[in-house]
């Protein structure tokens, strides 16, 4: 049964923008994802699809923005790439997507029921 779904956009350049402020890159994402995006080049573009998707987990459980910190959610990848993450209301698909100056991440949130 699907508990909750969300989608979330964001321009890139403004990721680009955002990467350059102290701070930023520490309290938007976990170790584990700041290892991630520098093996990928340090791009917007990886960043942009992981905030993404964060904000599409929260929509998905219902949550507003600042109800959990982001920093508490995790976007790990399979060796293939493929984006997934782990919480304990459930079964997490990710799919996380981008072009030209967009990513966009969609978030199906499944119980385990």
Do not use: W
Request: charged share 20%.
């Amino acid at each position: 049964m699907i508990v909750g779904t969300g989608i979330d956009i964001t321009l890139i350049s403004r990721m680009e923008q955002s990467m350059k402020k102290e701070n930023f890159m520490g309290k938007i994402f976990t170790p584990v994802e700041r290892d991630y995006i520098a093996g990928k080049g340090g791009h917007a573009q990886t960043a942009a699809g992981i905030f993404c998707a964060k904000e599409a987990y929260l929509k998905a459980l219902g949550k507003g923005i600042g109800a959990i910190s982001f920093s508490s959610i995790e976007i790990l990848h399979h060796e293939s790439g493929a984006p997934y993450m782990q919480s304990d209301v459930g079964r997490v698909h990710v799919s996380i997507s981008h072009m030209g100056d967009i990513a966009i991440a969609h978030v199906i949130i499944e119980s385990e029921d």
